[in-house]
């Protein structure tokens, strides 16, 4: 089964609110990692946060890492329409081979 | 612009057909990447390049047949293709593995 899952798959709100997404993993990582994809293009990176770190800001974005419960979260405060998109964690595990192993995604409508 | 250039952004083929999808990256780094998206499923490593050399075949089938004539190249041929490989297929690069990855806008492939 894959490292990291995101949850929930899918999240709409308003804009102006924010938005909370999850991501579990399995084995000890390096580092975790936040990915932005708009619809049928390539992914950005926004943030990579370390095994020795337990957060992270960017902007109106906010990544937290609880490595006890091998958990992350993602939160973009003051959405905009423009933050629609699908949002994905990826781990670097040397478990993995120092290769980053993607989750699913979670699926962001934001509405106007 | 990401500084990782992917061509054709689309392709459509037939099971008969031989095609190369090319990856270009201007960052100067040293590992390229492969990943296929497929709906519904996350992002999935296909293969890995480290100066050149290839160090990850992630259980991909021989129809697609990667290459990697230096560090800022990196080719995927495709031939005898099965409609189940249609999928946005995305070209990465990093400074070193287990680093932020810079991706490309993707090749979307349709196999009729």
């Known amino acids: 089964s894959q490292q990291g899952e995101e949850d929930p798959q899918a999240l709409s709100i308003q804009e102006g609110e924010n938005a909370t997404m999850n991501c579990s993993y399995k084995?000890?990582?390096?580092?975790l990692q936040w990915y932005r994809q708009n619809s049928g293009r390539g992914l950005v990176h926004l943030i990579l946060?370390?095994?020795?770190?337990r957060e992270k800001h960017s902007g109106r974005l906010r990544v937290t890492l609880d490595t006890s419960k091998k958990s992350s979260s993602l939160l973009i405060t003051a959405s905009r329409a423009a933050d629609t998109a699908s949002y994905f964690c990826?781990?670097?595990?040397?478990?993995?081979?120092?290769?980053?192993?993607f989750g699913g995604g979670t699926r962001v409508l934001v509405k106007p | 612009e990401t500084g990782v250039t992917q061509t054709p952004r689309h392709l459509v083929m037939g099971m008969t057909n031989k095609k190369s999808l090319k990856c270009e990256q201007h960052?100067?780094?040293?590992?390229m990447y492969w990943y296929k998206q497929s709906a519904k499923k996350p992002l999935e490593l296909m293969f890995v390049?480290?100066?050149?050399?290839?160090?990850e075949n992630n259980s991909v089938p021989s129809r697609f047949s990667p290459e990697c004539p230096n560090s800022s190249h990196l080719f995927l041929h495709l031939h005898t293709l099965q409609p189940e490989d249609s999928a946005l297929y995305l070209c990465?690069?990093?400074?070193?593995?287990?680093?932020?990855?810079?991706f490309g806008s993707g090749t979307q492939l349709s196999v009729l």
């Open positions: 084995t000890s990582i390096n580092n």
């Open positions: 946060i370390r095994s020795n770190e």
């Open positions: 990826a781990t670097d595990a040397s478990a993995a081979g120092n290769k980053l192993t």
């Open positions: 390049y480290n100066f050149k050399e290839q160090t």
């Open positions: 960052l100067g780094h040293n590992a």
């Open positions: 990465a690069s990093s400074q070193q593995s287990g680093e932020k990855l810079f």
